[in-house]
């Protein structure tokens, strides 16, 4: 059970009492707390969720725009204690105060009954041993000594389901003070019936086998349910953004959008509580996907710009660029030629904190060809005009063309990436180099135009993604940051492609 209480907006001063497992904050019509539509604009549309985490109540970001807020920090996730004051959207944004905290929603009673939870624990049917625990149990001990030792055996259990199913190194800890228990509350008894007190216990490392067994096996089956729920998820997903793909009309776009935006947040619940059984599973889920996805997904993770549902145009889009790299017949030889400006291309961009992969936009302007001349008069490996090289320092006259000179035209290309991600955002990373092909006046405008709209503002709406969902992007721009993505696929597995690791060289 949670009790919150509003302390501004509309509902200021109202309380809600939520006994749910899994508790939805947000302006949409399907949360559980939904906040004013019109009023709480800080607020997204699925922001927040409050489950329950090793029987403790946690509060998770969902991927808000604006961030969740716990007592003045920022927090993708944590732990709530009655007093806390969530802030959903910043400090202009909704304010809500943690009153109480409950029990668990998923018990079955708040206060039980010592015995009867031991007596059900024993009685319930399990594979292999377990069902031994309810028979010594029963005629080895009295009702404190089986107290004792199933609750002993269930903390066994429990620990070793959290390290993964593998042995936590607490088994002797806990049983040994399972002993010392019941030798404290049954050591005045008779001599025979303490004989069988301690055998019951001692015998106990069996009836955690039983116990954990049975543990174990419903952790498999909750584990097993939720991996479906995801599957369906996932499959949903892709029917929403192959119907976004074929979609022509902006208002039916948009809410196909919001409803991949719930499903996404759904998925990331779902995960999030077989993370509470299975940590290690539950990072297998995240990580699906075939071998290009992963690959995408290690380039976004170091720009914070991951995403859950990539679209099926932008993967197809993708493989399609690096099928023809792969196929190239100077992909050797321009390989080679990367190798050759790599070292002084990652020292300047290392300076500047960029990530290599921002790098291969010079694979995608001109395979490494530091004399390369457009048809529009950009010269050199980045491909700057006159005007572009003056502003970022470089000499251009009838005499000099420092465009020429590789390490200057280097330098003076991540300080325009640099530039860009500073304008656009480190999480946009794909705006930044969207904007190196087009020109940050291009996406500028873009920007603006998306601005007059409702909530234009917002984060959410500025990313790459998007931009590429809705078709706000020119197709050039759509196709270019896949092209840069594929040299960085290409490169980042030489030996797949046929191709001498770096250091060979």
Same mark, same amino acid.
């Given at each position: ?143 404190? *000594? &089986? !107290? ?8 066994? #259990?429990? /620990? $070793?389901?959290?390290?993964? +199913? %593998? ?63 995801? *599957? &369906? !998820? ?8 192959? #119907?976004? /793909? $074929?979609?022509?009309?902006? +208002? %039916? ?84 030629? %990367? ?22 936009v010079a694979w995608a ?9 457009s048809p529009a008069g ?101 196709d270019y940051v896949p ?23």
């Amino acid at each position: 059970m949670v009790q919150l209480t509003f302390l501004s907006g509309t509902h200021k001063g109202q309380q809600l009492r939520l006994e749910l497992p899994v508790i939805r904050l947000g302006r949409s019509e399907d949360c559980d707390v939904r906040l004013d539509d019109q009023q709480d604009l800080t607020v997204s549309s699925h922001h927040a969720e409050i489950v329950v985490e090793d029987g403790a109540y946690v509060v998770i970001d969902t991927g808000s725009t604006n961030g969740t807020w716990v007592n003045d920090l920022r927090v993708v996730k944590q732990r709530l204690q009655p007093g806390d004051v969530l802030h959903l959207g910043g400090e202009n944004g909704m304010a809500l105060r943690v009153d109480a905290l409950g029990p668990d929603p998923r018990t079955p009673s708040a206060t039980p009954d010592p015995r009867q939870a031991t007596l059900a624990v024993a009685s319930q049917p399990a594979p292999g041993a377990a069902g031994e625990v309810a028979h010594l149990i029963d005629h080895h001990a009295d009702t404190t *000594a &089986a !107290l004792v030792a199933s609750e002993a055996a269930i903390k066994v #259990a429990s /620990e $070793r389901a959290k390290a993964g +199913g %593998r042995s936590s190194g607490q088994t002797m800890d806990i049983m040994a003070a399972a002993v010392v228990q019941v030798h404290q509350s049954t050591r005045k008894r008779s001599g025979r019936k303490w004989l069988k007190v301690v055998v019951a216990v001692a015998g106990a490392g069996l009836l955690v086998a039983g116990v954990m067994g049975t543990v174990i096996w419903r952790q498999r089956q909750e584990i097993n349910r939720l991996v479906s729920v995801k *599957a &369906a !998820l996932d499959r949903e997903i892709q029917q929403v953004q192959r #119907a976004m /793909e $074929r979609e022509t009309d902006e +208002g %039916r776009l948009a809410e196909l959008e919001q409803r991949l935006a719930l499903l996404t947040g759904h998925v990331q619940t779902t995960i999030v509580q077989v993370a509470q059984q299975d940590r290690s599973r539950a990072e297998e889920l995240q990580n699906e996907g075939d071998e290009l996805e992963r690959a995408i997904r290690r380039i976004l993770a170091k720009f914070d710009a991951s995403t859950y549902a990539i679209p099926p145009l932008f993967k197809e889009t993708l493989q399609r660029e690096v099928d023809v790299l792969a196929r190239a017949g100077n992909l050797k030889h321009v390989y080679a030629r %990367r190798n050759r400006h790599w070292p002084l291309i990652t020292e300047t961009f290392g300076k500047l904190g960029l990530p290599e992969e921002m790098a291969y936009v010079a694979w995608a302007e001109t395979q490494f060809d530091a004399e390369k001349v457009s048809p529009a008069g950009a010269r050199g490996m980045w491909q700057m005009t006159a005007a572009t090289a003056r502003e970022l320092g470089l000499r251009v006259d009838a005499k000099v063309d420092e465009r020429l000179d590789v390490e200057k035209q280097t330098q003076a290309a991540a300080r325009k990436l640099a530039n860009l991600l500073s304008l656009f955002g480190s999480d946009s990373f794909m705006l930044a180099m969207a904007s190196y092909n087009k020109g940050e006046n291009g996406v500028r405008r873009v920007l603006v135009k998306v601005a007059q709209e409702k909530d234009g503002f917002r984060k959410d709406k500025r990313e790459f993604w998007h931009l590429y969902r809705m078709r706000r992007l020119p197709q050039e721009t759509m196709d270019y940051v896949p092209r840069v993505l594929a040299a960085a696929v290409v490169c980042g597995n030489p030996k797949k492609y046929g191709l001498e690791p770096p250091e060979a060289k």
